[in-house]
Nanobody, 122 residues
Framework: QVQLVESGGGLVQAGGSLRLSCAAS????????MGWFRQAPGKEREFVVS????????RYANSVKGRFTVSRDNDANTAYLQMNILKPEDTAVYHCAAGPVWGSTSGVYRYWGQGTQVTVSS
């Protein structure tokens, strides 16, 4: 059974940092691209960042470029999202996702985590 479990969310002041983790089990992690998406209350889910299977390629949403950094450790079956200079508009539930194809649309991802709440206060 495939499981993706996010952790590391919380409450932080604007300008602060958080590091999210996404631990995968039941899947050959290195065979899957990983993506991070977020959903704020009353809004649609939006793409944040994706990383290729090897970690050699990444793609960021313009809204987070220069502030967020994605990485992965295939030996540890874990993906990470380092979030710096957080803004109130970054407040959302953050989900990681795994899929056979690297991309920025949710449809290419096969497995999803339950999400972790990130709240940025002003």
């Amino acid at each position: 059974q495939v499981q993706l479990v996010e952790s590391g969310g919380g409450l932080v002041q604007a300008g602060g940092s958080l590091r999210l983790s996404c631990a995968a089990s039941g899947v050959s992690f290195s065979n899957y691209a990983m993506g991070w998406f977020r959903q704020a209350p009353g809004k649609e889910r939006e793409f944040v960042v994706s990383i290729s299977k090897s970690g050699g390629s990444t793609r960021y949403a313009n809204s987070v470029k220069g502030r967020f950094t994605v990485s992965r450790d295939n030996d540890a079956n874990t993906a990470y999202l380092q979030m710096n200079i957080l803004k109130p508009e970054d407040t959302a539930v953050y989900h990681c996702a795994a899929g056979p194809v690297w991309g920025s649309t949710s449809g290419v991802y096969r497995y999803w985590g339950q999400g972790t709440q990130v709240t940025v206060s002003s």
